[in-house]
């Protein structure tokens, strides 16, 4: 595992430099901890933030690049997170 995250460091230093955004990363129940915590770190080495860790689910709210989203998802192999961007959803008629 951690020959896979500095593998996936270095290939997000090439990519550190894309545009961020704000994205929802949650992970299924049985994903261990430790996993998440290296995960979480790999994006703040790539230049992102965490800005919020839920408590009742397995997932956190970031500020990243897709590069660095797309090696997150690549290293979780077998607890495969779902990430999404993360916007304000409702349910009133726009009127479209």
């Known amino acids: 595992m951690k020959v896979q995250v500095l593998l996936a460091l270095l290939a997000l230093g090439v990519n550190g430099l ?22 979480k ?6 230049g992102g933030q965490i800005l919020h860790e ?7 709210v970031v500020k ?6 797309d090696t997150i ?3 979780s192999q077998k ?4 990430i999404e961007e993360d916007k304000t959803v409702t349910i009133q008629d726009q009127g479209l």
Do not use: V
Not at 18 to 39: E, G, R, V, W
């Open 54 to 60: 839920y408590e009742l689910i397995k997932g956190f």
């Open 73 to 75: 998802h690549t290293l």
């Open 41 to 46: 770190h790999t994006i703040m080495a790539a």
């Open 18 to 39: 894309a545009p961020q955004q704000q994205y929802l990363i949650t992970y299924p129940k049985d994903a261990p901890q430790s996993d998440i915590d290296d995960y």
């Open 64 to 69: 990243a690049s897709a590069p660095a989203l």
């Open 79 to 82: 607890y495969a997170p779902t």
